[in-house]
């Protein structure tokens, strides 16, 4: 997925197919992850390049790195890159049946039913979803820094949603 949002049109076995309605949304933020994959590498280069700079005896003379210290620094970096990267898990895979929302952490699975608004605010970082019982899923998927990528996203999300709440389309 290079540029562009999943939006599937495709019919599916049992499921009638309407036109202009996408069968199915699935995005993923592209600019953030751009920059968590161009950070974790430069991340990386920097512990890397410290560990091999740790030698000999230290400015006081006290003491000494040893390998021990030189290994445990690279392990340190891997650790953070590895953190810098969790900015890539974001993901929504919307269809008929309902949205599953993936942000750092875990995964939300919510069915239209209880989904009363698919928001992108003016001014809000990404998109979020309305449920009937007042609480709001964020979908760090879809940003805002993402721009056209993100409106075709939002449009998908929203067709989805309408369809739903029509009588023998949902």
Not at 44 to 54: E, H, N, P, R, Y
Not at 88 to 106: E, K, M, Q, W, Y
Request: glycine share 8%; proline share 5%.
């Amino acid at each position: 997925m290079a540029h562009s949002v999943a939006v599937s049109s495709t019919p599916q076995a049992g499921v009638p197919q309407q036109t202009g309605l996408p069968q199915s949304v699935v995005a993923q933020g592209q600019k953030a992850r751009k920059v968590a994959y161009i950070s974790a590498g430069a991340i990386l280069v920097v512990f890397v390049g410290v560990a091999l700079t740790l030698r000999g005896r230290t400015d006081s003379g006290k003491s000494y790195f040893h390998p021990e210290d030189q290994v445990a620094m690279i392990l340190l970096g891997l650790l953070c890159a590895a953190a810098v990267l969790m900015f890539t898990r974001p993901r929504i895979i919307a269809d008929r049946s309902g949205v599953r929302v993936r942000n750092l952490l875990g995964w939300v699975e919510v069915p239209w039913e209880i989904v009363t608004a698919v928001r992108f605010d003016r001014g809000s970082p990404w998109v979020a979803i309305d449920l009937a019982d007042d609480d709001v899923i964020s979908v760090m998927a879809v940003q805002a820094a993402d721009k056209d990528y993100a409106v075709t996203a939002v449009r998908g999300l929203r067709a989805l949603l309408a369809a739903s709440r029509r009588p023998g389309e949902a």
